[in-house]
C-alpha cells in the first residue's frame, strides 16, 4: 500500500500575494530609498528625489537605506 498522495490529488502551493511596492512620497515613482526620521516617522523616496534631499535629511540626523 502506497503512503504518498498522488499527484493527481495534490493541492498546488498558492504564492503569497506580492507586498505593495511603495512609492515615492514627492512624485509617485517607484521608491528606493528609505528616509527613518528622527521623530519616528518614515519617508520612501526614488532615487532623484534621494539624490536631492540626501544633504539635508543627513544634517538633520535622518537615517537612509536602499529600499530594495
Same mark, same amino acid.
Given at each position: 500500500?502506497? +503512503?504518498?498522495?498522488? &499527484?493527481? !490529488? /495534490?493541492?498546488?502551493?498558492?504564492?503569497?500575494?506580492? !507586498?505593495?511596492? #511603495?512609492?515615492?512620497?514627492?512624485? $509617485?515613482?517607484?521608491?528606493?530609498?528609505?528616509? +527613518? @526620521? +528622527?521623530?519616528? $516617522? #518614515? @519617508?520612501?523616496?526614488?532615487?532623484?528625489? &534621494?539624490?536631492?534631499? &540626501?544633504?539635508?535629511?543627513?544634517?538633520?540626523? !535622518?537615517? @537612509? /537605506?536602499? !529600499?530594495?
Amino acid at each position: 500500500m502506497s +503512503t504518498t498522495t498522488p &499527484a493527481s !490529488a /495534490r493541492v498546488p502551493a498558492v504564492p503569497a500575494p506580492l !507586498a505593495r511596492p #511603495e512609492r515615492c512620497d514627492r512624485c $509617485g515613482a517607484a521608491a528606493l530609498v528609505k528616509v +527613518t @526620521l +528622527t521623530t519616528g $516617522g #518614515e @519617508l520612501h523616496f526614488c532615487g532623484h528625489h &534621494a539624490r536631492k534631499h &540626501a544633504a539635508r535629511l543627513l544634517e538633520i540626523g !535622518a537615517g @537612509l /537605506r536602499s !529600499a530594495l
